[in-house]
């Protein structure tokens, strides 16, 4: 487990692909887990730690995850995520090269729970939510070209299904059409910058790693 921030009120790890942020009905040990061992172990704290989840990055996907070392602190990302204070700035390697080197994607999409999944919708479906993001290409392969994204809205599998619905699925991506997989499983897509302001300090936190490419 990668800590690349840690304070008396929040620490921000590095997930890696294929990790789970929280647990869920496969059982495996998830990354909130990992944290509460680093900080029992860290800080000499026994019996039960405090790790609040204040957000998730989808299993395959890396990047970098927020938590919340105090209830305070955990009560206040979660309004300030809420009110779309917590900025996440991605980077994905597309297949094809798109026609606009950057634009605005708004869609309306629909999860599916029963499959995990996420369709483009219709405006009229009534379970149907707007979702918007910026992409930005930074460089170009003979195959692949690496996106910048910035999330405008949060929605579930919101990069993936609107990249995939703009014809070019993130590499490794099956589920949303890409070609073949990656050999560690995981798509290639990263959670590489986040900026938000300190839930106690109130000191701006602008924290990066280095960037997916080719």
Do not use: W
Request: hydrophobic residues 35%.
């Amino acid at each position: 487990m990668e800590v690349v921030y840690e304070d008396n009120h929040i620490i921000v790890v590095n997930k890696m692909a294929g990790e789970i942020v929280q647990g869920d009905k496969t059982g495996d040990k998830p990354l909130s887990e990992f944290v509460k061992d680093y900080i029992r172990e860290k800080y000499n704290k026994p019996g039960n730690v405090f790790c609040g989840v204040v957000h998730r990055i989808d299993r395959p996907v890396s990047g970098l995850v927020i938590f919340a070392r105090t209830s305070k602190a955990l009560e206040r990302l979660n309004k300030m995520l809420r009110e779309g204070e917590i900025h996440k700035t991605y980077r994905a390697i597309v297949e094809g090269h798109p026609e606009k080197p950057e634009a605005l994607l708004e869609n309306y999409l629909v999860s599916d729970g029963r499959i995990n999944k996420t369709f483009i919708s219709d405006s009229r479906n009534p379970e149907a939510k707007l979702s918007r993001l910026e992409y930005r290409t930074v460089e170009r392969g003979d195959r692949y070209t690496l996106l910048e994204i910035n999330l405008l809205t949060g929605r579930k599998h919101q990069i993936r299904a609107q990249l995939s619905a703009m014809g070019h699925p993130i590499k490794g991506d099956l589920k949303y059409g890409a070609r073949r997989s990656n050999r560690d499983g995981g798509i290639s897509l990263q959670a590489y910058r986040i900026r938000f302001t300190h839930p106690v300090s109130k000191q701006p936190i602008d924290i990066e790693i280095p960037s997916i490419g080719f």
